[in-house]
């Protein structure tokens, strides 16, 4: 069974910086596609970015391009978003989901429980 573990939020500055890590267990890591979401109060979660077993990367909002990086260490099972440049409307649940298949981008089946991440202005 899968399991997605989300770390690092927490309340930052308007400007500041966090990085967030999501790690698994339960599967083989290097066959997956990981991402993060983003949900805020009375939203659906929002695809933001993700990174495919293959190192490919694609970002679901322009808003983040340049601010946000995201990143897999295959040998700690572990994915990162690392989070620059903050601003209010970054706040939210961050999740880190995955799908159910192997080698496959989408959908996403799987999600961790999330980190909650608050940036004062």
């Known amino acids: 069974q899968v399991h997605l573990v989300e770390s690092g939020g927490g309340l930052v500055q308007a400007g500041g910086s966090l990085r967030l890590s999501c790690e698994v267990s339960g599967r083989t890591f290097s066959s997956y596609t990981f991402g993060w979401f983003r949900q805020t109060p009375g939203m659906e979660p929002s695809p933001i970015v993700h990174?495919?077993?293959?190192?490919?990367?694609?970002y679901y909002t322009d808003s983040v391009k340049g601010r946000f990086t995201i990143s897999r260490d295959n040998a700690k099972n572990t994915v990162y978003l690392q989070m620059n440049s903050l601003n209010t409307e970054d706040a939210g649940v961050y999740s880190c989901?995955?799908?159910?298949?192997?080698?496959?981008?989408?959908?996403?089946?799987?999600w961790g429980q999330g980190t909650h991440v608050t940036v004062s202005s």
């Open positions: 989901g995955t799908p159910r298949l192997s080698y496959a981008d989408w959908p996403f089946n799987y």
């Open positions: 990174i495919s077993w293959s190192g490919n990367i694609r």
